[in-house]
T-cell receptor
Framework: DAGVIQSPRHEVTEMGQEVTLRCKPI?????LFWYRQTMMRGLELLIYFNNNVPIDDSGMPEDRFSAKMPNASFSTLKIQPSEPRDSAVYFC?????????????FGSGTRLTVV | DQQVKQNSPSLSVQEGRISILNCDYTNSMFDYFLWYKKYPAEGPTFLIS?????DKNEDGRFTVFLNKSAKHLSLHIVPSQPGDSAVYFCAAEPYSGGGADGLTFGKGTHLIIQP
């Protein structure tokens, strides 16, 4: 298995532009998580899905952020419009829903820079 | 409010000695605790976990200890090796009766193994 695949690896965009981050979870995993890592706040959970259904989006910082999971093999995190304070590394992770003891598998992340 | 705290941003240990990384938590609803390891430009990778009904779990050179009364856990690495140099994250998940609920992470401890 290729693991959790995120694209792009790096994204540089201008303030006000729309940004879309993509994630392909591991086949067979039915939970998917979006995290954001910053120096100040560490790793924060933004939103997670079970069986393609959003369960908890309380970590999404503002209405500018939205996430979708149209099918079991694809998810997107969109920021519109983007702001410099959105600059961070965004991680996607997937797991079997009841197997927390084995941990989540993380992708390599997307480093977003908003200038 | 930080529910999972790693109070040491960095730790330097000589190769061959024991590395002890500490983590404190405040939420008594946490049911599973995990440690992740992260290298630069990569996503976190799962290392070891422990259920709240246990006080110790061992996997090779890695042992996690849980003290529920003190709301404290620690990761011991013996003997420490140069490849162990990385950022280590403590994470916790609340009990939900099944289904992944998203992990809450500490801010991480940068472990440096000195030759």
């Amino acid at each position: 298995d290729a693991g959790v695949i995120q694209s792009p690896r790096h994204e540089v965009t201008e303030m006000g532009q729309e940004v879309t981050l993509r994630c392909k979870p591991i086949s067979g995993h039915n939970s998917l998580f979006w995290y954001r890592q910053t120096m100040m706040r560490g790793l924060e959970l933004l939103i997670y899905f079970n069986n393609n259904v959003p369960i908890d989006d309380s970590g999404m910082p503002e209405d500018r952020f939205s996430a979708k999971m149209p099918n079991a093999s694809f998810s997107t995190l969109k920021i519109q419009p983007s702001e410099p304070r959105d600059s961070a590394v965004y991680f996607c992770a997937s797991s079997f829903e009841t197997v927390s003891r084995y941990g989540y598998t993380f992708g390599s992340g997307t480093r977003l820079t908003v200038v | 409010d930080q529910q999972v705290k790693q109070n040491s941003p960095s730790l330097s240990v000589q190769e061959g000695r024991i590395s002890i990384l500490n983590c404190d938590y405040t939420n008594s609803m946490f049911d599973y605790f995990l440690w992740y390891k992260k290298y630069p430009a990569e996503g976190p990778t799962f290392l070891i976990s422990i259920s709240s009904i246990k006080d110790k779990n061992e996997d090779g050179r890695f042992t996690v200890f849980l003290n529920k009364s003190a709301k404290h856990l620690s990761l011991h690495i013996v003997p420490s090796q140069p490849g162990d140099s990385a950022v280590y994250f403590c994470a916790a998940e609340p009990y939900s009766g099944g289904g992944a609920d998203g992990l809450t992470f500490g801010k991480g401890t940068h472990l440096i193994i000195q030759p």
